[in-house]
């Protein structure tokens, strides 16, 4: 015959294993929560298409209200603009005078033909100190060769009538390589390499914060390396294209973005091993899908939160 006592311990067993999956199961899928330390906003969600809606590649990691950028594709000024107070926006960090430190994934022009608007606009609005930029082997050269085509509106409004500061217009440019590459009292930046078809320098980036861990991908095939450094991060900010889409174009393109970039249903397999708490995605190629079908891509394989980014999202 079965105890009294027994019976209870058992009830209490059951009762106490249903609660747990409960909790982890609620755990799983919480709601993405914002943080009031560590903002990410997405300046642009773009690609090389000239999409009016998607700015050129850009997004701002802003910690206790000091900005860091990973990229600027064109329009970078105006939408950092458009985040800040001064312009309707919510992201006091934003304030474009602000921006100090920048750090570029690779070369592609989609992803830095902002440059000269990151280092002239904010120094005209008042920056005075020298904007701090790492990136790939190249970014050296190619602020060199920026600020020597820039030279002679850097020359008049130093020495013309214009009152202006003689700082703000100066560019520390560092070629990194894999591994930690920048620290301060907000962030931890650790970049790693991405496979990005045959180009032979492109990064990701793992910031870490006091409250967040926030891995960007930059322009990345399936990489190993995303996987390794997003695992358990809170967000993981990926680009994609439309799998469905892709296979309308010809076998060009399909070879070209296959081996360039990510579809979705290969980013769900990704986010399935990685599980960030987030999955946002940006550089979206669309090839005339739609947004519900991208989704529907990536939770094929992930169960997790996941967004398509829009220009201007704060999470
Ligand atoms: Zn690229
Ligand atoms: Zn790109």
Redesign the pocket.
């Known amino acids: 015959m079965i105890s009294s006592t027994r019976i209870t311990r058992w009830l209490f067993t059951l009762i106490c294993s249903f609660y747990l999956s409960a909790t982890c199961y609620c755990a799983e899928t919480a709601a993405w929560e914002r943080s009031a330390v560590t903002e990410v906003v997405m300046l642009g969600t773009g690609t090389p298409f000239s999409d009016p809606q998607r700015s050129g590649p850009s997004v701002a990691i802003v910690v206790n209200d000091t900005p860091y950028l990973v990229d600027f594709g064109p329009g970078v000024i105006r939408r950092a603009a458009a985040a800040s107070p001064e312009y309707g926006g919510k992201v006091v960090g934003l304030d474009v005078a602000n921006i100090r430190h920048a750090f570029l994934t690779?070369l592609?022009s989609?992803?830095s033909v902002g440059y000269p608007d990151l280092i002239f606009s904010p120094w005209t609005l008042g920056r005075d100190k020298p904007l701090e930029v790492y990136g790939p082997e190249g970014t050296v050269q190619m602020t060199k060769h920026v600020l020597t085509a820039w030279g002679e509106d850097v020359r008049y409004r130093l020495y013309g009538l214009e009152p202006t500061n003689n700082q703000g217009w100066r560019v520390n440019a560092h070629d990194i390589s894999e591994g930690i590459i920048y620290k301060d009292e907000n962030v931890t930046v650790e970049a790693f390499s991405v496979r990005?078809g045959s180009?032979p320098n492109?990064f990701g980036y793992r910031f870490t914060t006091p409250d967040r861990v926030i891995v960007i991908s930059?322009?990345a095939a399936p990489s190993e390396s995303v996987e390794k450094y997003s695992l358990g991060a809170d967000i993981l900010i990926h680009e994609v294209y439309s799998k469905k889409g892709l296979d309308e174009r010809d076998t060009f393109w399909k070879t070209y973005h296959s081996n360039?970039h990510t579809s979705g249903v290969e980013l769900g397999k990704i986010a399935e091993r990685a599980r960030p708490k987030l999955l946002i995605l940006y550089h979206i190629l669309f090839f005339g899908s739609d947004e519900e079908q991208i989704i529907d891509e990536i939770k094929q394989n992930f169960d997790g939160n996941v967004v398509m980014a829009n220009d201007l999202d704060v999470y």
């Open positions: 690779h592609h989609d992803h990005h180009w492109a930059g322009d360039n």
